[in-house]
Nanobody, 124 residues
Framework: QVQLVESGGGLVQAGGSLRLSCAAS????????MGWFRQVPGKEREFVAA????????YYADSVKGRFTISRDNAKNTVYLQMNSLKPEDTAVYYC?????????????????WGQGTQVTVSS
């Protein structure tokens, strides 16, 4: 049974930092491209960042480029999202996701496994 479990969310002031983690089990982690998405109530799930299987290539939404960093540790079956210079508009539930598609990056439909999400709230 595949499980993706996010952690590290919380309440932070604008300008602060958080590091999200997503621990994977039940799958060959290194065979999956990993992504982070976020969602606020009433809106579609939004792409945040993705990372290739080896970790050598990363992708970011324009809204987070230069502030967020995605990384992975295949030995620990874990993907991370370091979030710096947080803004109130970053407030959302953050989800990690796994895809077998080489081409998968920004489309949520390309990801087949999802975590339960972790809340990030940035106060002004």
């Amino acid at each position: 049974q595949v499980q993706l479990v996010e952690s590290g969310g919380g309440l932070v002031q604008a300008g602060g930092s958080l590091r999200l983690s997503c621990a994977a089990s039940g799958l060959t982690f290194g065979s999956y491209k990993m992504g982070w998405f976020r969602q606020v109530p009433g809106k579609e799930r939004e792409f945040v960042a993705a990372i290739s299987r080896s970790g050598s290539t990363t992708y970011y939404a324009d809204s987070v480029k230069g502030r967020f960093t995605i990384s992975r540790d295949n030995a620990k079956n874990t993907v991370y999202l370091q979030m710096n210079s947080l803004k109130p508009e970053d407030t959302a539930v953050y989800y990690c996701a796994a895809s077998t598609l080489y081409s998968a990056t920004r489309r949520a439909n390309d990801y087949i496994y999802w975590g339960q999400g972790t809340q990030v709230t940035v106060s002004s």
